[in-house]
């Protein structure tokens, strides 16, 4: 017995075309006004970077986004990073600040730059009323303006000079010190706390010697600072001049200890292979690392981005997530809700505990503590 199948006739190939183009211009105008709702509805966190180098504080940030991401974002509204940089004439941080609030409102901002540029910030931040994290500057004045919208992740200067004059003066009971400082900002400020901190406990006056009066001979800098014969010294510089520096200290096999500031350790301006030229070496003020969480941090970062975190990249994950924190807690675009979550709460990120004191500075005392991998060595639980 014989059975036949009748199937019904296949419609002409133009008329599928045509039902096929038909469905598209229904379900893509669909899924695009979904897409364009949804890129409409996020939460946007500013990030300010000094220039188009600095990839890691970028990476960090970003890294810190996706997680956030990950958990459903803000009630599944996510989170999206905007970043500018502030290459160009001097005031162009302040422009960019402006658009990031007013253009693309933000809910806050997140800075990895220098201190000059972070006072242009913490200026637009003040006028608009929207928060700012600084992740990288450790200029004191910044909090000293009284800035409620202000807020610092890093140690500043003053917190550092402290932590050095206890480790310097009364730990290893060194009384003749060598400063070595460029004319940078950055540098300038952190000498400036340094030696106020150093009168005010009554000890000597440091030697100081400028990197300018010896830029084209090194070797002559560190033979005459060999010739006073100081019992330490520290370093005050760019990362570029620091590691100079530093190498030229190490090859002449001085045996002196040698300290410095995180603003050393920018891994846009180094390679690792040079900042682990540092480990167990160069002596920086530091909060205590937290173990377990910078050690999940390194390893997620490498995953995604094939390599190890610096300092960079930890104060900007650690800053991000600060505020996300912040705006999970307000839940609303209010930035005076924002600020007081930030005010009042305390996070455990890859450095550490970190809360905040009444003129926005990081609470907590720094200690002198080694490097590996180019970043403090984290507790072991």
Request: hydrophobic residues 40%; contains cysteine.
């Amino acid at each position: 017995m014989k059975f036949s199948v009748k199937l019904p006739p296949q419609p002409p190939r133009g008329l599928l075309l045509k039902s096929l183009n038909q469905l598209c211009r229904i379900i893509v105008p669909i899924l695009f006004a979904a897409a364009t709702t949804a890129y409409s509805q996020s939460v946007k966190i500013g990030l300010l970077i000094q220039d188009s180098s600095n990839t890691s504080a970028i990476h960090g940030a970003e890294l810190a986004v996706r997680m956030a991401n990950e958990k459903g974002g803000l009630n599944g509204r996510p989170f999206r990073l905007v970043t500018r940089t502030m290459e160009g004439p001097w005031g162009t941080g302040s422009k960019q600040a402006v658009d990031l609030i007013f253009n693309e409102k933000v809910w806050a901002l997140l800075g990895s730059h220098d201190g000059r540029n972070a006072h242009l910030v913490e200026q637009a931040a003040t006028k608009s009323a929207v928060v700012f994290v600084s992740a990288w500057s450790s200029d004191p004045t910044l909090a000293q303006a009284f800035v409620p919208w202000f807020f610092n992740c890093v140690p500043n200067d003053n917190q550092q000079a402290v932590a050095l004059t206890e480790e310097i003066y009364y730990k290893r009971k060194y009384n003749s010190v060598a400063i070595i400082s460029d004319n940078e900002y950055d540098s300038k400020m952190s000498v400036i706390a340094l030696l106020r901190d150093i009168k005010q406990k009554s000890k000597d006056d440091p030697l100081h010697f400028q990197y300018e009066d010896y830029r084209n001979d090194i070797n002559g800098l560190i033979k005459t600072i060999r010739d006073r014969n100081p019992e330490c010294i520290i370093l005050f510089c760019n990362p570029v001049i620091s590691r100079k520096i530093f190498s030229k200290i190490k090859e002449g096999k001085t045996g002196i200890t040698v300290y410095g500031s995180f603003y050393m350790l920018n891994e846009a301006m180094l390679t690792i292979n040079e900042l682990q030229q540092y480990d167990n070496l160069l002596l920086i003020p530091s909060y205590i690392w937290s173990g377990q969480t910078a050690r999940e941090f390194s390893g997620k970062y490498e995953d995604t981005w094939g390599e190890l975190p610096g300092m960079v990249a930890s104060y900007s994950f650690d800053g991000m997530n600060v505020l996300i924190n912040a705006i999970r807690i307000a839940d609303v675009p209010d930035r005076e809700k924002i600020q007081e979550a930030l005010k009042k709460n305390k996070f455990t990120g890859v450095t550490g505990i970190i809360s905040f004191d009444d003129m926005g500075n990081r609470e907590g005392k720094p200690f002198v503590t080694q490097l590996m991998n180019g970043v403090p060595i984290p507790e072991i639980k």
